[in-house]
C-alpha cells in the first residue's frame, strides 16, 4: 500500500500546478506576503500560495485538506488578531486576485477576492456608481463583507452583505460554488455574516447605486473639553437624520495639517466626521448645524466620494502600527454613556489610538433580522475601540486601556460585532443564528478546515 506523499514532497507538486506562485520562507517576497496590517503580528506561514485566480485556490484547499494543514486566507490583511496569517501552516493569498468589472447597465460589480475597497471605489466612481464599503480604503472586501460590513452609505442602503448579489466559493471539500439566493442559497446566507467559516470566496458580486462623484463630506474638529457638548448635539440630530448622512463620530490626536489650528496640533479633538450621499445641495443644507456649532476646524464641504473614503488611511496606516481594538453595538447613547465614552475617549494613552462612534439603524435596521447571518440589526451605534502604538514595551499599557474602555461600557452593550474580533463568537450572534451557522458548518466544513477566523466550531 503505498503512502500519502509528505508535505515536502507534496510542495514540488503543488508548485507546478499553481498559475501564481509558491513562497516558502526563504523565497524572495516571503516577507511581503507575510505583512500584516497590525505590527504586533509576525507569523510565519510554511508555505504561501499566492494564488493568481479560482483555480489555484482550489489547488491550495485540497493540498491544505489533503496534508492536514493548518490554512489561513489573506485578503487585504486587515486580521486585527493576525488571524489571516497562520504560524507555521499553509497561507492562502488572494492579494493579486484583485480586478473588479462593472456593469453600468445592471449596476452590479463583481470584484475578486483579493481586492480592497480601493479598488472597488476607484472603478464604480468612474460610472457614478458606490456600493457599501469600509472606510480605511486599504481593507481588503472580503473580511468586511463576510462579517457584515457597514461603512458610510450603510444608513441609505444596507449592510454590505444586505447588497450582495452573489460569490464564488471554495468550499472544504474543493468544490467551486456558486452561492446566490438561487443557488446554495443556505450557503449564502451563512457568508452573509457567519464570517471565514464557510470556504475561501475567489469572487464577490455587489449590487451598486448611484453615488457621487461628489458628496457632501469631510471632518469638523472641536476641542476635547466640548465632547460632551458635541455628543449631545451628535444623539440628538443623529435621532432624526435622514438615511443618505453617515456620520462617525471619532476621538483622535489633532494632526498637524494646515487647516488645523496649531494650537490644537497634537491634541485630543472630537470630530464629527460626516457622508451625505444626496444631492450637493440637500448635504449642504443638512450639515448646516454644524457649523452653527463653530467647530475649531471645518473641511466639511462637496468633495469626491473616494476622499472622504479614504480620508483616514494614513492614520490606519498599513503596517504602521501595533493595534488592539474592542468593540460592541450600542441600542442608544444613554447619559451615562457618553458619561464614560469622554472620560476614556478624551484620555487615551497613545496619540495614535481612536475611538469611533458609528451610526447605524435606517436601512440597516429595515432589514429582516433573520434574512442574514448578520446579527444585532437593531444597534443604534457600533463603539468601536483602537489602541495603536508603536513601542512593543508598552503592550500591556495600551492594550489596558482599551480593555478598560470597553468593560466600563459592556453594560450598555448588547452583542459584538463579528469582525471585531469578540473573546467568544458566540457573542456575535442571537442564539437562533448561531445554532443555524453551526448546522451550515457542520454540512460545508465538518473538518473546521477554516478555523483560522472567528470560528464556528462543527459538532458533527
Keep these: 500500500m503505498t503512502s500519502a506523499p509528505t508535505v515536502a514532497e507534496g510542495t514540488a507538486s503543488l508548485a507546478q500546478s499553481l498559475r501564481g506562485k509558491l513562497l516558502q520562507p526563504d523565497d524572495p517576497g516571503y516577507d511581503d506576503a507575510r505583512t500584516m496590517w497590525n505590527a504586533m503580528i509576525d507569523n510565519r506561514p510554511a508555505l504561501i500560495v499566492r494564488c493568481a485566480g479560482a483555480g489555484d485556490v482550489i489547488a491550495a484547499v485540497n493540498f491544505g485538506r489533503e496534508h492536514g494543514m493548518t490554512v489561513s486566507v489573506k485578503g487585504g490583511g486587515h486580521s486585527v488578531s493576525g488571524a489571516s496569517i497562520t504560524d507555521g501552516g499553509l497561507m492562502i493569498d488572494l492579494s493579486a486576485m484583485n480586478g473588479v468589472r462593472v456593469d453600468p447597465e445592471t449596476r452590479t460589480a463583481r470584484a475578486e477576492g483579493g481586492a480592497n475597497w480601493h479598488d472597488v471605489d476607484f472603478e464604480t466612481q468612474a460610472f457614478g456608481l458606490a456600493t457599501v464599503g469600509g472606510q480605511v480604503s486599504h481593507t481588503g472586501i472580503g473580511g468586511l463583507t463576510l462579517g457584515g460590513g457597514f461603512g458610510n452609505l450603510a444608513r441609505k442602503f444596507g449592510l454590505a452583505v444586505d447588497n450582495l448579489v452573489s460569490v464564488d466559493i471554495v468550499t472544504a471539500d474543493g468544490q467551486l460554488r456558486k452561492a446566490s439566493a438561487d443557488e446554495n442559497p443556505d450557503l449564502f446566507w451563512a457568508i452573509r455574516g457567519g464570517g471565514g467559516n464557510f470556504g475561501v470566496v475567489t469572487s464577490f458580486e455587489y449590487r451598486l447605486h448611484p453615488v457621487g462623484p461628489i458628496v457632501v463630506a469631510g471632518m469638523a474638529g472641536f476641542e476635547a473639553s466640548r465632547a460632551r457638548e458635541v455628543m449631545e448635539f451628535y444623539r440628538s440630530y443623529m435621532a432624526t437624520a435622514p438615511d443618505e448622512l453617515g456620520m462617525t463620530m471619532a476621538f483622535i490626536t489633532a494632526p498637524p495639517l494646515p487647516f488645523v489650528p496649531e494650537n490644537l496640533r497634537f491634541q485630543p479633538v472630537v470630530a464629527l466626521v460626516p457622508c451625505h450621499c444626496g444631492t450637493v445641495e440637500q448635504g449642504m443644507r ?175
Design 286 to 460: 443638512d450639515l448646516a448645524a454644524i457649523r452653527a456649532l463653530n467647530p475649531a476646524f471645518d473641511v466639511v464641504g462637496p468633495m469626491p466620494y473616494t476622499a472622504i473614503q479614504s480620508l483616514v488611511d494614513d492614520a490606519m496606516a498599513y503596517g504602521g502600527h501595533r493595534y488592539y481594538a474592542k468593540s460592541g453595538f450600542l441600542n442608544g447613547l444613554s447619559d451615562h454613556s457618553l458619561d464614560r465614552i469622554v472620560a476614556h475617549a478624551t484620555n487615551p494613552t497613545s496619540p495614535f489610538s481612536a475611538s469611533l462612534v458609528i451610526p447605524l439603524g435606517g436601512a440597516v435596521a429595515r432589514v429582516a433580522p433573520d434574512a442574514t447571518a448578520y446579527g444585532y440589526r437593531s444597534a443604534a451605534y457600533d463603539l468601536t475601540i483602537f489602541a495603536a502604538w508603536n513601542e512593543p514595551e508598552q503592550d500591556a499599557t495600551h492594550t489596558s486601556w482599551a480593555r478598560s474602555f470597553y468593560e466600563d461600557l459592556q453594560p450598555e452593550m448588547h452583542g459584538v460585532y463579528v469582525n471585531a474580533e469578540p473573546g467568544n463568537v458566540t457573542e456575535a450572534y442571537p442564539e437562533e443564528t448561531y445554532r443555524r451557522l453551526v448546522e451550515i458548518k457542520n454540512r460545508y466544513d465538518p473538518t473546521n478546515l477554516f478555523r483560522l477566523n472567528q470560528n464556528i466550531r462543527p459538532t458533527v
